[in-house]
């Protein structure tokens, strides 16, 4: 219990001491066993007086006892007395020199300094136990970091890709003397996405110091939103010569962040265009009857296996080897707006995946 209080050499002392005697009782004639007895007690007495010293000094030490050290204390007081009784009152009264009573200080001591190891030993049980849901609790917060920064690297790729199609493109018209009309919308659209880009490291940099800016919801207009996603989408879908359209942009306002729906938009155009050759992505939006807004994006790509269809939604599962992220983000995007989402239809003639989004009046 207190094997730092005290120094070594004392304990070695006594010991030496009780080794002795124990040799002696073990050897002398019976008539002599008193003496040595006596002598041993003695001995004791000191030696107990010396460790409730320095557990004592200890207690200080530390600032304040506990109940473990209150039992401690209270077998060493039973143990001191009974020793004490017994070696004065030996010769002085028959029922000591017949019965003793060091023994029932020792059955004291014992039982005293059994529940004090024991509720001793719970406590440190129960330290670990705590010690262990820190431990779990620290490895809950690094897997969030670690999926907050998994999250940030897919959605920093987005502005990087488009940035990386129109830039080439820009710089080609530039140095072929061919610009015309669609030159100045690229170079808004590199603008832009260089300004969203800087905007999510901002946020990254507010988190990593522990100041994460608010979400603010305002009003959304369908149109401007599906029209910014075909601009900034189409160059990703070159390269697989898909088309970007917009079917139809109802005139009613969504209610949301523009910047989260525009990330939900190009989450699933990217998916859409990585399963689909040489076809057409689709978006649309119109409102429905319920207080929502139904937005769309239909591909005429390969589809969904039906093996895949019910965990496409679910993090870390993907079907085509990627980090499994960009659905999540969508779902727990449109899940934050209030609305769901889902797979409308899929199948060899392609892909709807449709979500909702709370009205403007509607708040």
């Known amino acids: 219990m207190y094997a730092k209080a005290t120094a070594h050499w004392p304990l070695a002392v006594y010991l030496a001491a009780a080794g002795a005697a124990a040799v002696l009782i073990g050897v002398l004639p019976t008539r002599q066993l008193v003496s040595v007895s006596t002598v041993v007690y003695y001995l004791s007495i000191p030696y107990l007086v010396y460790l409730v010293f320095g557990t004592v000094r200890g207690f200080v030490r530390r600032g304040g006892l506990e109940t473990a050290d209150a039992l401690v204390l209270s077998g060493f007081a039973v143990l001191v007395a009974s020793l004490l009784h017994e070696a004065l009152l030996t010769g002085r009264s028959s029922d000591v020199s017949h019965y003793g009573t060091a023994a029932w200080g020792m059955l004291g001591f014992v039982f005293l300094n059994s529940s004090a190891v024991s509720l001793r030993i719970q406590q440190r049980e129960t330290a670990l136990i705590e010690s262990r849901s820190r431990g779990e609790m620290l490895e809950r917060m690094n897997r969030m970091n670690l999926e907050f920064l998994h999250r940030m690297a897919h959605e920093l790729k987005t502005p990087l890709t488009v940035i990386s199609g129109y830039a080439p493109l820009t710089g080609i018209q530039l140095a072929a003397d061919q610009v015309d009309q669609e030159t100045p919308e690229n170079l808004k659209t590199i603008q832009q996405e260089a300004r969203r880009l800087g905007d999510m490291v901002t946020r990254l940099m507010e988190y990593s110091y522990g100041h994460t800016s608010e979400l603010r919801f305002e009003r959304v207009d369908p149109a401007d939103l599906l029209d910014r996603v075909r601009a900034v989408s189409a160059p990703i879908c070159v390269k697989n010569q ?34 689909t050759k040489n076809g057409t992505i689709t978006l649309s939006a119109g409102a429905k009857e319920d207080g929502f807004i139904l937005f769309q994006v239909a591909d005429t790509g ?3 296996a039906p093996a895949d269809l019910p965990r496409v939604f679910e993090q870390g599962y993907s079907c085509s080897g990627s980090t499994g992220l960009g659905l999540t983000i969508c779902r727990e995007a449109v899940e934050a707006h209030g609305g769901r989402i889902w797979v409308e239809r899929t199948g060899p003639k392609g892909t709807t995946i449709a979500f909702t989004v709370k009205k403007e009046e509607e708040q």
């Open 242 to 275: 898909n088309t970007v359209r917009v079917e139809a942009a109802c005139t009613e306002s969504a209610h949301g962040s523009f910047e989260m729906l525009l990330q939900v938009f190009l989450n699933l155009v990217i998916n859409a265009n990585r399963d």
């Open 302 to 304: 390969s589809g969904i």
